[in-house]
């Protein structure tokens, strides 16, 4: 795991003033890479790269970057892993390839050389993000994994095309202007999160997982998938298993055992997160069960019942055997980090489960540097119970015809709009003082108005369901929900919802969450269940084999059972989350005011206050709670504070702040 960043630009830069430029984008992602640094360039092709270094494997000189191929053709600068370089290598030494280290870079280098750089990637297991240069062609390769574990931006400023990790090195360079993209900041009102491609920096943007882009000098650039999330599913849909349930746990079981067995290769000291769930334990125990000392185990509890996991962890890892570690954090611990998280996620960012994350990322760092995760499990096998409850809406509007749907919402409307229920007044036109079942009604019209599956999950996973007016003069951009070139037709529900989830939800928040936690303290993540045929192979999974009996990932389950007692593991799930509605009506409520202060929303002339206003009166007064939607807003609003204009985060202070 480390960071990555670098710059295309017209040829004729000094070499001096490259070198200074490109170490300072390397410099500020030290935390990403503390072992070591360093920097390559070409300054007659205009070309930097610069790495920092977290070592993993070939911990001695021969692992650092960049990295040059062996005939010299070739410069890279790599982060993340190549799970599956010990069986390449081999093969490639038949080939006559040579090799000086033990690295997987040295390993994708060779394969560059024999295959060339597109046609290497399909070979690859892995999660990586990695630019290469082709000195002999002068051209620049960004490429990311299949699941977009690790992330990796891109962009324009003026001539020169930078990329990087995270923003702060991108923002490092002098061409660097940062005007806010407000159409990102429309969907990340909508999802807590900014999708890929975009970022929130006009011009800058996230390569998609599963491409690899092309760049030569004075052209725009060119990007080709090498593996597709829609391929694949419309794939497996297409060949569904057709062996016994017994037979399906089996070959689960076997995939994710060498998956896990893969990504236990390591050079330094390796444990896992634990929260006692079904993914969780179920990576655990094959750990366990293929290491002959007991594995590292880490788990933060907390003192609020509603949010504690911990003492089913600690059941688990007692049945498991491992070395478990347990850290109970105290409410004032947690809401401590928060004014560090724009520093962290370095674009607003407000799933709000990023701050135990961090947490047990910084516990788990103070004795391993690689922790394996149980990410990934709701979206392969239908595990969230959002699904079952999209499912049961979506069951109740198939028995009503869109007539009679449209005609309902329409009274639904006018029963609102005349103010005839609870106590609503009209207005100019408008209701005002809506009561719950006025909230309910119009939510409910909403839904009776909408046509496709897409769209009943989008509403349903929307926090502010109408951002636009919040942003006047906005469009939202299209996402995995809305553009029609990444739609898949597969014939259940289910299927749809995992789809769109796999393609965003999962990179884009679930991955960013767990990447900058983990890096904020120099920690590698590591995502098992994410191996790309495990992926493959949920796709081929029956419905009826992921949901049966209202219970969500069943197949998973019967795996997990073959290592953890039934009766460890089944209870409800209470999810990875903090109170964040008590905090910011109790002691983060002074923090939060000021962020949301009528008037400094009003002269900043990003958002309209008064829907903002109106939230947050209602949510201290106790009459809806709308710490989700506060949430957004408050996390925007810390980001823009930090990330103003012309402010560049010092990488160091940085490394200070998630090593303290």
Known sequence: MCGITGFLAPAGQAAGEMNAIVARMSDAMHHRGPDAGGIWTDAASGIALGHRRLSIVDLSPTGQQPMISASGRYVIVLNGEIYNFRKLRPELELKGHRFRGTSDTEVMLAAFEEWGVADSLPHFNGMFAFAAWDRATKTLYLSRDRMGEKPLYYGFAGNTFLFGSELKSLRQHPEFEGEINRGAVAVYLRHNYIPAPYSIYQGIFKLMPGCVLELRANSEPVITPYWSLQDAARSGVASPLTCSAAEATEQLDHLLRDSVGLQMVADVPLGAFLSGGIDSSTIVGLMQAQSSRPIKTFTIGFSEEEFDEAKYAKAVAQHLGTDHTELYITPREAMDVIPRLPQFYDEPFADSSQIPTYLVSQLARQSVTVSLSGDGGDELFGGYRIYRSVMKVNDTLRWAPAPLRSTAAWAMDAAVRTGVLDGVKVKDGKYVGAGPLTGRLTNLAEVFRLSTREELYRYMMSQWRNPTELLPGVE???????????????????????????????????????????????????????????????????????????????????????????????????????????WICGPLRDWAEALLDETRLRNEGVFNPAPIRKVWKDHLAGTRNSNSLLWDVLMYQAWREVHSAGARPDGQALAALGTA
């Open 476 to 582: 939202e951009p299209l996402t995995a929900f809305t553009d029609p070139s990444r739609k898949l037709r597969v014939p259940h529900l289910l299927e749809t919802m995992e789809y769109v989830d796999m393609g965003s939800y999962l990179p884009d928040d679930i991955l960013v969450k767990v990447d900058r936690a983990a890096m904020a303290v120099s920690l590698e993540s590591r995502v098992p269940l994410l191996d790309y045929r495990v992926v493959e192979f949920s796709w081929r999974t029956p419905v009826s084999m992921k949901i049966r009996d209202g219970q969500g990932k069943w197949l998973l389950r019967q795996v997990a059972y073959r290592y953890v007692p039934r009766e460890l593991l089944e209870r409800p799930k209470k999810g990875f989350s903090v109170p964040v509605d008590q």
